[in-house]
């Protein structure tokens, strides 16, 4: 079954705590994967904490920042085992 984000619950500096349609919360830290990723101009960009925070859910249920650069619910979904007990 696709995963899809329903909810983003919290937004800090490369941290994003968010509700898939599972009912699950889980909290993605995107700091390695940003710092790894830094030569790409469109991935520098979440670097700038302000830019950062303009993250929003797109019509597929993933993240979308203002600059294009998206992210499935998939993806973020199996990032890491973070999952935030009920």
């Keep these: 079954m696709n995963k899809r984000l329903t909810q983003i619950l919290d937004v800090s500096p490369y941290t994003i705590t968010c509700l898939f349609d599972t009912g699950e919360k889980r ?10 990723n830094k030569a790409n ?9 302000a830019f950062f925070m303009n993250v ?8 979308v920042w203002p600059n294009g650069f998206d992210c499935s619910a998939r993806k973020l979904y199996y990032w890491d085992e ?4 009920a």
């Design 56 to 63: 929003v859910i797109n019509e597929v249920g993933g993240l």
């Design 27 to 36: 909290s993605i830290d995107f700091t390695e994967y940003l710092q790894t």
């Design 41 to 49: 101009k469109i991935i520098a960009a979440l670097l700038n904490k």
């Design 82 to 85: 973070n999952l935030i007990p």
